[in-house]
């Protein structure tokens, strides 16, 4: 594995569990030491030292706050131990409580707080070293959702104005979206694809990946020539991914749910790709419907239709209708076959529907 | 019929009441009898009520001297058994190392091999070894053996539930491998090991058969009482044997409600500190 993660960044890496996130991450720490290869920090190999040594902090999973301290005493450990003048760590540990809204608490221990609570103080307690880099395992993995998302705006915010760079481990492929300048979705301990968010969601080179980040819609198809693919049972569609690929390669097209148009066969565009396909179900979710398309025999696609209004959304097709799917050529991509296809499709995550992502 | 009805009632609870009758009745004796005031050389019949051997606990020299050397000798005991056992009990629980396993056997077998055996082995090697002289030496490194494996089960039950991510946020934050320790693993760790040397304070000052083959002219309080018990024992023992129970009943009320609120502090899932004993304390 080789990954550069630029000064100031926020860089996450995303991946089921047991995908090697978790392990890359206590390798920068300093908890696990790597076989072979460097771990650079600021230009020096930092492996092979021990965590204390490195210029790393982490606020872990289960927080691992010191159950015997206070939430003061927890925050100015790491000063402590650098030796920082005594007045230094009082208005140190003072500033950081307060930039996480727990100046009050102060005198506490950790287990008189909530859950939400304690994820600050162990943010605290990292961030008021001044660490070049933060180290973030899944660090609101273990909160509600509704406090998870109060914290992910605020952990942006707090990451803007540190300017520190943040090393964040998450499977949690939404949060992955909302906070990070940069994606690495990982599977079975390699890198899959590293870019920012919207390439990954909206250009995902592996099959993988598409399936990981939102729904997979994957067709099987074969790159035809320069410049364009043939669907399996469908039409021929120009476009400028083929190029990756030789002609006559496998390969899947991908369209998000959200940008497929269901229209009964008569009614469909006629100038824009499509396969047919007949109807499974169909969901209402409130802001959109969500209706599983069979167009072949073991291709099942998602299609979301934004609920506009009442009209719109009672004119859709219902189950058991035969339908048409269409896109815009420039709403499909090409990825290929993960080498762990086989053994993720076991485990991809069923997410029915991604919102605010469009 | 209807006191019939009662009994089938409360059957559980009058069981109950009569086992810890069964079980506190003969301390209760002791502490009853050394009002007493015995006609003759023995201790054994209730003759009349007096608080005259209360007044002068201390009467007896030897008897006094007796238990003053079992206190020091427990105490240094409980030290050494406490630093050795906690070692060992962190050695057994987070070092790989070759024959663990085995160690982690080995360790009961002291517990498991009769007081007799390993007091006369003792004495056999003592004397074969001839370095140390019979007498309080003696006495100690026999205590401290037998102590240590009740040291270490005590202190390797509460090491195995202790979360070792907490070390490792220590040495993220940059505290060394002895700092963390000091400064994290000790302090947590320390209701374990705080239990376990009053374990071996309360094994020490008990013990008879060990110390009978090893204590060479030295005569420790249970060894007193025993010979005491030849010529007749004075109503002194009831006095200290009360004192001692009573310190003992103080001692262990003290660590119960200290472990509590250690727990209480340690616990960050309170749920499962509610299903864990409260102490582990023998005595």
Same mark, same amino acid.
């Not at chain 1, 920090?41 to 982490?58: E, L, M, W, Y």
């Not at chain 1, 301990?189 to 598409?210: K, L």
């Given at each position: 594995?080789?990954?550069?993660?630029?000064?100031?960044?926020?860089?996450?890496?995303?991946?089921?569990?047991?995908?090697?996130?978790?392990?890359?991450?206590?390798?920068?720490?300093?908890?696990?030491?790597?076989?072979?290869?460097?771990?650079?920090?600021?230009?020096?190999?930092?492996?092979?030292?021990?965590?204390?040594?490195?210029?790393?902090?982490?606020?872990?999973?289960?927080?691992?706050?010191?159950?015997?301290?206070?939430?003061?005493?927890?925050?100015?450990?790491?000063?402590?131990?650098?030796?920082?003048?005594?007045?230094?760590?009082?208005?140190?540990?003072?500033?950081?409580?307060?930039?996480?809204?727990?100046?009050?608490?102060?005198?506490?221990?950790?287990?008189?707080?909530?859950?939400?609570?304690?994820?600050?103080?162990?943010?605290?307690?990292?961030?008021?070293?001044?660490?070049?880099?933060?180290?973030?395992?899944?660090?609101?993995?273990?909160?509600?959702?509704?406090?998870?998302?109060?914290?992910?705006?605020?952990?942006?915010?707090?990451?803007? $104005? /540190?300017?520190? &760079?943040?090393?964040?481990?998450?499977?949690?492929? !939404? =949060?992955?979206?909302?906070?990070?300048?940069?994606? #690495?979705?990982?599977?079975?301990?390699?890198?899959?694809?590293?870019?920012?968010?919207?390439?990954?969601?909206?250009?995902?080179?592996?099959?993988?990946?598409?399936?990981?980040?939102?729904?997979?819609?994957?067709?099987?198809?074969?790159?035809?020539?320069?410049?364009?693919?043939?669907?399996?049972?469908?039409?021929?569609?120009?476009?400028?991914?083929?190029?990756?690929?030789?002609?006559?390669?496998?390969?899947?097209?991908?369209?998000?749910?959200?940008?497929?148009?269901?229209?009964?066969?008569?009614?469909?565009?006629?100038?824009?790709?499509?396969?047919?396909?007949?109807?499974?179900?169909?969901?209402?979710?409130?802001?959109?419907?969500?209706?599983?398309?069979?167009?072949?025999? $073991? /291709?099942?696609? &998602?299609?979301?239709?934004?609920?506009?209004?009442? !009209? =719109?959304?009672?004119?859709?097709?219902?189950?058991? #209708?035969?339908?048409?799917?269409?896109?815009?050529?420039?709403?499909?991509?090409?990825?290929?076959?993960?080498?762990?296809?086989?053994?993720?499709?076991?485990?991809?995550?069923?997410?029915?529907?991604?919102?605010?992502?469009? | 019929?209807?006191?019939?009805?009662?009994?089938?009632?409360?059957?559980?609870?009058?069981?109950?009441?009569?086992?810890?009758?069964?079980?506190?009745?003969?301390?209760?004796?002791?502490?009853?009898?050394?009002?007493?005031?015995?006609?003759?050389?023995?201790?054994?019949?209730?003759?009349?009520?007096?608080?005259?051997?209360?007044?002068?606990?201390?009467?007896?020299?030897?008897?006094?001297?007796?238990?003053?050397?079992?206190?020091?000798?427990?105490?240094?005991?409980?030290?050494?058994?406490?630093?050795?056992?906690?070692?060992?009990?962190?050695?057994?629980?987070?070092?790989?190392?070759?024959?663990?396993?085995?160690?982690?056997?080995?360790?009961?077998?002291?517990?498991?091999?009769?007081?007799?055996?390993?007091?006369?082995?003792?004495?056999?090697?003592?004397?074969?070894?001839?370095?140390?002289?019979?007498?309080?030496?003696?006495?100690?490194?026999?205590?401290?053996?037998?102590?240590?494996?009740?040291?270490?089960?005590?202190?390797?039950?509460?090491?195995?539930?202790?979360?070792?991510?907490?070390?490792?946020?220590?040495?993220?934050?940059?505290?060394?491998?002895?700092?963390?320790?000091?400064?994290?693993?000790?302090?947590?760790?320390?209701?374990?090991?705080?239990?376990?040397?009053?374990?071996?304070?309360?094994?020490?000052?008990?013990?008879?058969?060990?110390?009978?083959?090893?204590?060479?002219?030295?005569?420790?309080?249970?060894?007193?009482?025993?010979?005491?018990?030849?010529?007749?024992?004075?109503?002194?023992?009831?006095?200290?044997?009360?004192?001692?129970?009573?310190?003992?009943?103080?001692?262990?009320?003290?660590?119960?409600?200290?472990?509590?609120?250690?727990?209480?502090?340690?616990?960050?899932?309170?749920?499962?500190?509610?299903?864990?004993?409260?102490?582990?304390?023998?005595?």
């Amino acid at each position: 594995m080789d990954l550069d993660i630029a000064d100031g960044e926020f860089f996450t890496m995303l991946g089921p569990s047991g995908c090697g996130k978790t392990t890359t991450l206590r390798m920068i720490a300093g908890f696990e030491q790597p076989t072979t290869g460097k771990v650079l920090i600021d230009g020096t190999d930092v492996a092979g030292q021990p965590a204390f040594k490195r210029p790393t902090n982490t606020v872990f999973q289960s927080y691992a706050l010191f159950p015997h301290m206070t939430l003061e005493e927890n925050v100015g450990f790491g000063l402590k131990r650098k030796k920082v003048p005594k007045d230094e760590i009082k208005t140190r540990v003072a500033t950081e409580l307060e930039r996480v809204g727990l100046s009050r608490e102060a005198k506490r221990k950790p287990n008189q707080l909530s859950g939400g609570q304690q994820q600050r103080v162990a943010l605290a307690r990292a961030l008021v070293n001044l660490p070049k880099v933060l180290l973030l395992d899944e660090p609101l993995g273990a909160l509600d959702l509704k406090l998870r998302k109060g914290l992910q705006v605020q952990l942006k915010q707090i990451q803007r $104005d /540190v300017g520190i &760079t943040f090393v964040y481990v998450t499977h949690d492929q !939404e =949060e992955a979206l909302t906070m990070s300048d940069r994606i #690495a979705v990982m599977n079975e301990g390699r890198i899959e694809q590293c870019d920012d968010p919207e390439t990954v969601y909206e250009r995902p080179t592996t099959t993988f990946v598409a399936g990981f980040i939102g729904v997979s819609n994957l067709m099987p198809a074969v790159a035809s020539g320069p410049g364009e693919v043939r669907i399996e049972d469908g039409p021929s569609v120009p476009t400028p991914d083929a190029a990756r690929f030789s002609s006559g390669e496998r390969c899947y097209a991908v369209v998000r749910p959200e940008k497929l148009d269901v229209d009964l066969p008569e009614n469909s565009p006629t100038d824009q790709p499509g396969v047919d396909g007949v109807v499974e179900s169909s969901l209402y979710l409130g802001t959109a419907t969500q209706m599983a398309v069979r167009v072949a025999e $073991d /291709v099942s696609m &998602t299609v979301l239709c934004p609920n506009v209004s009442e !009209e =719109e959304r009672q004119s859709l097709p219902g189950a058991g #209708a035969r339908v048409r799917l269409s896109w815009l050529p420039e709403h499909m991509h090409l990825v290929a076959e993960s080498d762990a296809d086989k053994a993720a499709a076991d485990s991809k995550p069923t997410e029915t529907v991604t919102e605010g992502v469009n | 019929m209807k006191a019939w009805h009662w009994l089938r009632e409360n059957a559980v609870m009058i069981v109950g009441l009569l086992a810890i009758a069964y079980m506190l009745i003969p301390i209760l004796v002791i502490a009853v009898f050394s009002f007493n005031d015995p006609s003759g050389r023995f201790n054994f019949e209730w003759v009349g009520f007096t608080t005259e051997y209360w007044t002068k606990p201390f009467a007896i020299t030897e008897l006094t001297d007796s238990l003053l050397l079992s206190i020091r000798l427990a105490f240094f005991t409980a030290i050494g058994a406490t630093i050795l056992g906690t070692l060992l009990a962190i050695a057994l629980v987070r070092y790989q190392f070759m024959g663990r396993r085995a160690a982690n056997l080995l360790i009961v077998i002291p517990m498991a091999t009769p007081e007799v055996v390993i007091g006369a082995a003792l004495l056999s090697f003592f004397l074969t070894l001839n370095v140390f002289e019979l007498g309080f030496q003696t006495l100690l490194i026999a205590h401290i053996m037998f102590s240590v494996s009740f040291v270490v089960i005590v202190v390797r039950s509460r090491l195995i539930g202790f979360d070792r991510r907490l070390e490792e946020a220590a040495s993220d934050l940059g505290a060394n491998a002895f700092t963390t320790f000091r400064k994290v693993t000790l302090p947590l760790i320390a209701p374990g090991v705080l239990s376990a040397a009053f374990l071996a304070f309360a094994l020490s000052i008990d013990d008879f058969v060990i110390s009978n083959f090893n204590s060479g002219s030295e005569v420790t309080f249970p060894l007193y009482i025993f010979g005491a018990n030849q010529r007749g024992i004075p109503v002194q023992v009831n006095v200290i044997a009360t004192m001692l129970f009573a310190v003992t009943v103080i001692a262990m009320l003290a660590v119960i409600i200290q472990q509590k609120r250690a727990e209480k502090a340690a616990a960050m899932r309170p749920e499962e500190v509610a299903n864990k004993p409260a102490i582990s304390l023998p005595v």
